[in-house]
Nanobody, 116 residues
Framework: QVQLDESGGGLVQPGGSLRLSCAAS????????MSWHRQAPGKERELVAV????????NYADSVKGRFTISRDNAKNTVYLQMNSLKPEDTAVYYC?????????WGQGTQVTVSS
């Protein structure tokens, strides 16, 4: 079955960096768009970044442009989110997602906390 496993979250000081990973299994990873989303307490889940199957097209939320980088390694069935210059407002649970045959699949999420 489709499985998405996020890792790499944690506590970091403002201005710091983290690299999130999402390991995928159960489907032909290299054929599908992947995306990262986040949900802060009391807020709706929002799109952070999206990458097409080959990585040719990438888009970011305005709030993370210039600070976050999404990438993928199709040989490892993994998508990454490099997060630099982190701010307290980046604190959230981060999820990766894909869509297969009209159905969305989400990972369990990884907590990112930016605090001094």
């Amino acid at each position: 079955q489709v499985q998405l496993d996020e890792s790499g979250g944690g506590l970091v000081q403002p201005g710091g960096s983290l690299r999130l990973s999402c390991a995928a299994s159960g489907f032909a990873f290299s054929n599908y768009v992947m995306s990262w989303h986040r949900q802060a307490p009391g807020k709706e889940r929002e799109l952070v970044a999206v990458i097409t199957s080959t990585g040719a097209i990438i888009n970011y939320a305005d709030s993370v442009k210039g600070r976050f980088t999404i990438s993928r390694d199709n040989a490892k069935n993994t998508v990454y989110l490099q997060m630099n210059s982190l701010k307290p407002e980046d604190t959230a649970v981060y999820y990766c997602k894909t869509r297969l045959f009209g159905r969305e699949y989400w990972g369990q999420g990884t907590q990112v906390t930016v605090s001094s």
